[in-house]
Structures are given as C-alpha cells and as structure tokens.
C-alpha cells in the first residue's frame, strides 16, 4: 500500500453564508457544494460563487452529465440543475445515515459514514446492487479513471482513500494534515480532488498523486 501527505493545492472559501459543506461534485465547468439549504456552484478558477439553488442540500452529491443528485435526510434527489427542480426521488441506502455520492458506470455509489461500507445503487430504484466494506469512516466517494476513492474522517485524522472496488483492500493513502477534514469528494476527472471541508466552511484541491 502507498502513503503519502495530501498535497493541497488550493483553498476555497470560506464563503458568504455557508457554515459546513457537506457533499461536492464537479461538473465539467463549476464545482458544486452542499451547504444544507442550498447547493452551490463555483468557478473553480475565480474561487467565486456562480449560483445557488435553494434546495435542502444535507450530505452528498453527486452529477451524472446531464443532472444532480443530493442527498437530503433518507433519500436522494435528482434535480435539474438550471432550475432545481427535483425531479425523482429514491430511497437512500442507509435511511439517514449517509454520506458521499458518486456517478460512474450508469449506476450511484453511496458512502456509509459510520457504518463504514460504499453502496453501488441503482439510480432509478434506490436499490442495492452490490456493497464494499471499509475499516474507517466514509465520507465523500469519486471514481476516476476506473479507481475508486474515498474520504475518511475520524477525530482529527482524515484522508483520501484508494480502495479495490471488489475486495475494499486500501491500495493508497493521502493523509490530511492533522484537523483539516474531507466532508465531500470529487475528482475533476484529471489531475486533482475537491475536498468539502465539513464545518471549516472551505473547499481543498487535493492533487492526485501520479499527475501534475
């Protein structure tokens, strides 16, 4: 297994209004927050807030090219997002007790914070098509490039995690610096992650080791 310290490019916030950022999600252009009532869009590049929808916005989210899922509560919305319109609903896997969101492969994956799993869901039922265990926290899920990462936060301790999608072994380990937290996760599909900084009100880009 590899282990290294995080490399934070650069810091986001804090922003007006926003208390603790819960999930995030980029969608090719801008990166979205969760703050609770709202989801917000960010120019990645200014650092500026673009738009804000007000919807409940509680843990993660997630963009599949064309729409945005949050979780709020027990269940997961799928909005519009020029309008924030939800447009379905379904039953989230955990019933309250989740957290990080990710699209890949036409399908959710869902992040179990204290029960220590990632669920892959079916994004029209809400149903469980397959699950992996984890021996920490899980906060923010992203794939990219078929590799599967997460967030962990426990006490102070938080890092980004590589994890084999069918066994759940850590293949590689980003440590955060000691009480610098990863709410949400998401890659930019290239060469780096932005982190949601739970209650810091901040959003990191983490670099992705072998890139950049």
């Known amino acids: 297994m590899k282990r290294a310290a995080a490399e934070i490019i650069r810091e986001y916030g804090p922003f007006p209004g926003v208390e603790k950022i819960g999930g995030v999600t980029y969608d090719g252009k801008q990166v979205w927050f969760a703050s609770g009532e709202t989801l ?25 090219g064309q729409h945005l899922f949050q979780i709020v509560e027990d269940r997961i919305q799928k909005l ?42 079916d994004p029209h039922t809400g149903a469980i098509l397959r699950t992996i265990e984890s021996n920490r926290f899980v906060t923010g899920v992203t794939w990219v490039d078929g590799e599967l990462w997460h967030g962990t936060w426990e006490g102070d301790e938080s890092e980004l995690r590589r994890i084999d999608p069918r066994t759940g072994d850590v ?20 060469d780096q992650f932005f982190c949601g900084g739970g209650g810091s009100g901040k959003v990191r880009a983490v670099r992705r080791p072998g890139h950049g």
């Open 80 to 121: 519009d997002p020029e309008t924030g319109k939800v447009l379905a609903t379904i039953p989230a896997p955990g019933g309250g007790a989740d957290s990080g969101l990710a699209w890949a492969e036409g399908t959710l994956w869902v992040g179990q914070h204290r029960d220590r799993k990632i669920h892959q869901v």
């Open 171 to 190: 293949l590689e380990r980003l440590d955060m610096p000691a009480g610098v937290g990863v709410s949400g996760l998401e890659s930019d599909g290239a």
């Open 40 to 64: 917000n869009a960010m120019d990645p590049v200014s650092g500026e807030t673009v738009r804000s929808l007000d919807v409940a916005a509680h843990a993660g989210t997630a963009f599949d």
